[in-house]
């Protein structure tokens, strides 16, 4: 058994807070609204998996300096977005060679950093030892939280580190793979949301399988380019934190992105869409550094580009696939 501080009491904290008590695991869940916790301790529900009976033994606790003290493993489950704020409010209490996990997936906008370097960031001057794990994959919350198997990657530099994290979420629930490239593995994770605002896009629009099929591949094909660009390794984007990961994205109803996209093809505003899905929709927050990452690293994302265009070009869905059915003929 190992103590476990969950910080961040969303649907995917949760599905993770829940999967880790069921196996055995001291739990606490830390969360910036106390109404979140009061809702959690008093139903044992949370209010968008409102089918699945959480564990009793999970704790909830308010101050973030109890929840973090005396941890194995602290596991970031914020969006992406406050991933930098929850790690400033934790800096005190965390120890130099900290073991923590991120499972939020982002590019943060202003530094292009992933969310494992943004964690080190905040750390580098109180917690320069701390070790730090990309926890990724095809990992939908609704399913994670109901029990079903679901294979994942714990990726770090440091093999070690991200063999420790593998140990405590191997189960028979979970199917954990080690990986050393962080950066791709986190890469993906960010990326196929906005391939999965695409696919969603392409469904609203009434387009079929054969749309879907080709924006998958050749989405993940835009994403392994950047990659490699950016000195990650070919083989992680073939793997569960890439194509397997992007698949459930761009195809499952629980998607966010692809819900999203959905909506927008049928005519709603972004704005609109967002609001209908009610809750965060992480391909829009990464879309500005994606296109900055590209920029920088001169990498050619027509699909991520055509995204862009759609939600803030005032560019029409089927404008945008006009425009890139129409492109250039080349090799693949």
Same mark, same amino acid.
């Given at each position: 058994?190992?103590?476990?501080?969950?910080?961040?009491?969303? @649907?995917?904290?949760? &599905?993770?807070?829940? %999967? /880790?008590?069921?196996?055995? *695991?001291?739990?606490? =869940?830390?969360?910036? !609204? #106390?109404?979140?916790?009061?809702?959690?301790?008093?139903?044992?529900?949370?209010?968008?998996?409102?089918?699945?009976?959480?564990?009793?033994?999970?704790?909830?606790?308010?101050?973030?300096?109890?929840?973090?003290?005396?941890?194995?493993?602290?596991?970031?489950?914020?969006?992406?977005?406050?991933?930098?704020?929850?790690?400033?409010?934790?800096?005190?209490?965390?120890?130099?060679?900290?073991?923590?996990?991120?499972?939020?997936?982002?590019?943060?906008?202003?530094?292009?950093?992933?969310?494992?370097?943004?964690?080190?960031?905040?750390?580098?001057? @109180?917690?320069?030892? &701390?070790?730090?794990? %990309? /926890?990724?994959?095809?990992? *939908?919350?609704?399913? =994670?939280?109901?029990? !079903? #198997?679901?294979?994942?990657?714990?990726?770090?530099?440091?093999?070690?580190?991200?063999?420790?994290?593998?140990?405590?979420?191997?189960?028979?629930?979970?199917?954990?793979?080690?990986?050393?490239?962080?950066?791709?593995?986190?890469?993906?994770?960010?990326?196929?949301?906005?391939?999965?605002?695409?696919?969603?896009?392409?469904?609203?629009?009434?387009?079929?399988?054969?749309?879907?099929?080709?924006?998958?591949?050749?989405?993940?094909?835009?994403?392994?380019?950047?990659?490699?660009?950016?000195?990650?390794?070919?083989?992680?984007?073939?793997?569960?934190?890439?194509?397997?990961?992007?698949?459930?994205?761009?195809?499952?109803?629980?998607?966010?992105?692809?819900?999203?996209?959905? !909506?927008?093809?049928?005519?709603?505003?972004?704005?609109?869409?967002?609001?209908?899905?009610?809750?965060?929709?992480?391909?829009?927050?990464?879309?500005?550094?994606?296109?900055?990452?590209?920029?920088?690293?001169?990498?050619?994302?027509?699909?991520?580009?055509?995204?862009?265009?759609?939600?803030?070009?005032?560019?029409?869905?089927?404008?945008?696939?006009?425009?890139?059915?129409?492109?250039?003929?080349?090799?693949?």
């Amino acid at each position: 058994m190992r103590k476990i501080a969950v910080l961040g009491a969303g @649907t995917w904290g949760i &599905a993770l807070a829940q %999967a /880790l008590a069921c196996d055995g *695991h001291e739990v606490t =869940v830390w969360s910036a !609204l #106390p109404r979140e916790l009061d809702v959690l301790r008093e139903t044992s529900r949370h209010p968008n998996l409102p089918d699945v009976l959480l564990s009793d033994k999970l704790l909830y606790e308010q101050e973030i300096a109890v929840a973090c003290r005396d941890k194995d493993l602290l596991l970031f489950a914020v969006p992406s977005v406050y991933v930098r704020a929850t790690a400033e409010l934790a800096k005190p209490y965390i120890k130099n060679g900290q073991l923590i996990a991120d499972a939020a997936k982002g590019i943060e906008k202003d530094t292009l950093m992933t969310m494992t370097e943004v964690i080190r960031d905040v750390l580098s001057d @109180t917690a320069p030892g &701390a070790r730090v794990v %990309a /926890l990724s994959g095809p990992t *939908h919350a609704e399913e =994670v939280a109901a029990g !079903l #198997p679901t294979a994942i990657v714990s990726a770090c530099e440091d093999v070690a580190a991200a063999g420790e994290v593998q140990d405590i979420f191997m189960s028979l629930q979970f199917r954990v793979y080690r990986n050393s490239d962080a950066r791709g593995v986190e890469l993906c994770g960010a990326l196929k949301n906005i391939i999965a605002l695409a696919a969603g896009i392409s469904h609203g629009l009434g387009f079929g399988d054969n749309t879907r099929a080709a924006i998958i591949t050749r989405g993940m094909a835009e994403i392994c380019r950047l990659g490699v660009a950016m000195g990650c390794h070919t083989e992680t984007f073939h793997g569960l934190a890439g194509i397997g990961d992007l698949v459930v994205t761009c195809t499952s109803a629980h998607s966010r992105n692809n819900t999203a996209g959905t !909506l927008i093809g049928k005519g709603y505003s972004l704005e609109d869409a967002i609001k209908k899905v009610g809750m965060v929709v992480e391909g829009v927050n990464a879309l500005p550094a994606a296109l900055d990452l590209a920029r920088k690293y001169e990498v050619e994302l027509p699909i991520i580009g055509a995204v862009h265009a759609v939600l803030y070009g005032g560019v029409k869905p089927v404008d945008a696939v006009n425009a890139l059915m129409g492109r250039a003929r080349k090799a693949e």
